[in-house]
């Protein structure tokens, strides 16, 4: 029996479970991987527009598990108005647990490049800058979320050098292996939208640890029931803070750092 037979006799296609795999494909070597010839688009990803747009939004669409997803009319997303005030501190007893404020709201989660992707009104984004979300707040909640919005951003569009090169934190050899990727093109501009609707919103977050440095934040994308058990596909990052910012740093393991989990009981929900 081959290993995606039992995901196939499931209520839930296997890419579902497989989402977090996808997004564990930022390199563990430095290079984000080209999913397959035959599922990249060279151009604008079936209608997905490169450049930015206005402000508001488009009508909300559902994901592949019937959440709501917010539409913002600029592909880029749209940066919610903040309350500062709202951020937690570390000397609340829910510094490392509490969700950002506003996740849960509509524009909560909204379709960028996509991708579902995670805007709070207490920690960030605060704004776009050259199309990339920035300005999250440094705590828990912030790293969260900038964890999330360039993981899946950069899945989403694997050849945004900019958003690679800004928002990872890589070294030179795995700036000159991601270059030529690009000059090789193996690296999709934009994927077609029949991968970017698995990239959707996990459904709880774990702050495993935290310093003012670096954060190590676990998310638990829901899969399959298997044997009338549900599964989540559970997915570590690791963020730094640098220059006054979050970014991603490329795990230094041979293999993606996932995980197959059947509770998800102690973690945050987003």
Partial sequence: MSQKEPYA????????????????????VGVVMWIGSDDADGGDGG???????????????????GRRIDVPNNPAGQPLSQDPARQR?????????????????????????????????SDGPTRLEDGLAVGYSHTPQGAALAAAQITYRINARPAD????????????????????????DRLPKQQ????????VAPDAFKVENY??????????????????????AALRLVMV??????????????GAPTELIESIEGWTAW
């Avoid at 209608?47 to 598990?65: M, S």
């Avoid at 310093?211 to 989540?232: M, N, P, T, Y």
């Fill in 9 to 28: 006799r499931s209520g839930v296609s296997f890419g579902a479970i497989a989402s977090a795999a996808l997004l564990a494909l930022i390199l563990v």
């Fill in 47 to 65: 209608g997905v527009a490169a450049t930015t747009g206005g402000e508001g939004f488009a009508e909300p669409e559902v994901d592949i598990f």
């Fill in 89 to 121: 501190k570390p000397t609340d007893s829910d510094w490392l647990t509490a969700a950002p404020e506003g996740t849960n709201a509509p524009r909560g989660w909204q379709k960028v490049y996509g991708a579902s992707v995670p805007f709070s009104t």
């Fill in 161 to 184: 050098r900019e958003l690679y090169l800004r928002q990872v934190r890589v070294s030179a050899a795995q700036i000159a292996a991601y270059d030529k990727a690009l000059d090789e």
């Fill in 192 to 199: 077609p939208e029949r991968i970017t609707r698995y990239f």
């Fill in 211 to 232: 310093a003012d440095d670096l954060a190590i934040v676990r998310f638990a994308s829901r899969g399959q029931v298997i044997d009338g058990k549900q599964l989540w």
């Fill in 241 to 254: 803070w640098d220059a006054g910012d979050w970014r991603l740093k490329p795990s230094a393991s041979s």
